[in-house]
């Protein structure tokens, strides 16, 4: 019986097949625990050494203690998460994934973002890592799946890590969704701004937005903005759409930091909101809320994503299944605001 070390990892499920018995048999077996007679337990034993079979340490540290720590990191800039935002997203996560986690005796230790070059996993003493909406080949998956850290991403990883457990936001239906309401308010001409790095969020809604275009006639007009400049790469993207495409009445504005700055631009220019312009953004926290008029937003269930995050995490941890599924959030909801719906007073 070889081992082929081309093929994922041997985990407990493969041991139990092949000596034809018990997780639980086989679990007792290489711990030394529970009742298993000496010939099983050889039996075991050998073709656990013979697979390649090595107990994960993190699941290991777990049953014996560990650190009984786990990192939230965040993927997101400065620029967009701090200011205003007061790493709003990440906090909202954060709040309840901590309270949650310690029903499970883990501690929840918060990493704002960093870059990825001064990301060093071996000054990182945690059991395992949730990840907030990594970018497409992300460096830093890249390197916690090179030293085995259980890793959870909160939106989805890029497809070349399709058995990363993940939650998913469903960023293309908050995409259709609000496009369906800014067209049910009247809106003829649509733009988006959106994030220039390759996260899922900005690839999935920029796909549905371009098919959306399509579909209804309209024409596109995209702006990918450097997360890094924040507010102000919403406002000079405004700019720019109200000078080169004068027809648009809506703008799409998938990151609240942006959607401030098309605000702020917006009001400078005595462009009034929404008669003139419609405007819509994903993430209901601070900027949203605060303003002026507030901002259509979308409930993305955070309080959910946490404990379901925190869910695929433990499963991990414990190695109590081989397959881990892909956990999806609640139906996403549109909040109305003053920002897309005409109120009367």
């Not at 892909?326 to 007073?345: C, D, G, H, L, N």
Request: proline share 4%; glycine share 4%.
């Amino acid at each position: 019986m070889q081992r082929d070390n081309n093929k994922k990892n041997i985990t407990i499920s493969d041991v139990a097949l092949a000596a034809k018995v018990s997780r639980t048999t086989v679990s007792h077996a290489l711990n030394g625990k529970g009742e298993v007679n000496s010939e099983t337990r050889k039996k075991i034993q050998d073709i656990a050494e013979q697979l390649g079979y090595r107990p994960n340490r993190f699941a290991t540290a777990l049953r014996n203690g560990g650190t009984r720590t786990i990192a939230l990191i965040s993927t997101i800039p400065s620029a967009i998460s701090g200011g205003a935002s007061k790493l709003g997203f990440m906090m909202e996560v954060a709040n309840v994934a901590a309270s949650y986690a310690l029903e499970h005796d883990l501690y929840v230790l918060l990493v704002p973002f960093m870059d990825h070059n001064n990301f060093d996993v071996n000054r990182m003493n945690v059991d395992g890592v949730i990840l907030l909406e990594p970018c497409l080949n992300d460096p830093i998956v890249k390197k916690l799946m090179q030293y085995k850290i259980p890793l959870v991403c909160i939106g989805t990883p890029s497809q070349d890590n399709t058995e990363i457990p993940y939650v998913d936001l469903q960023s293309e239906q908050t995409a259709a969704k609000l496009l369906e309401h800014l067209v049910e308010e009247g809106a003829q001409q649509i733009a988006l701004i959106t994030g220039q790095s390759k996260r899922n969020v900005s690839l999935q809604t920029e796909q549905i937005y371009r098919q959306y275009c399509q579909q209804h006639a309209m024409t596109e007009v995209v702006y990918q903005i450097e997360e890094r400049l924040g507010e102000m790469g919403g406002k000079s993207a405004t700019a720019e759409i109200i000078k080169k495409h004068p027809k648009t009445d809506a703008i799409l504005v998938m990151i609240d930091t942006f959607a401030t700055g098309v605000m702020q631009y917006l009001a400078e220019q005595k462009i009034s909101v929404p008669k003139q312009m419609k405007v819509v953004t994903r993430y209901n926290g601070i900027r949203a809320l605060t303003s002026t008029p507030p901002l259509t937003a979308v409930n993305l269930h955070l309080d959910d994503v946490a404990k379901i995050a925190i869910d695929l995490l433990v499963i991990q941890l414990s190695d109590s299944v081989e397959i881990v599924p892909v956990r999806t959030m609640q139906e996403p909801e549109i909040i109305k605001r003053a920002s897309s719906v005409q109120i009367s007073s």
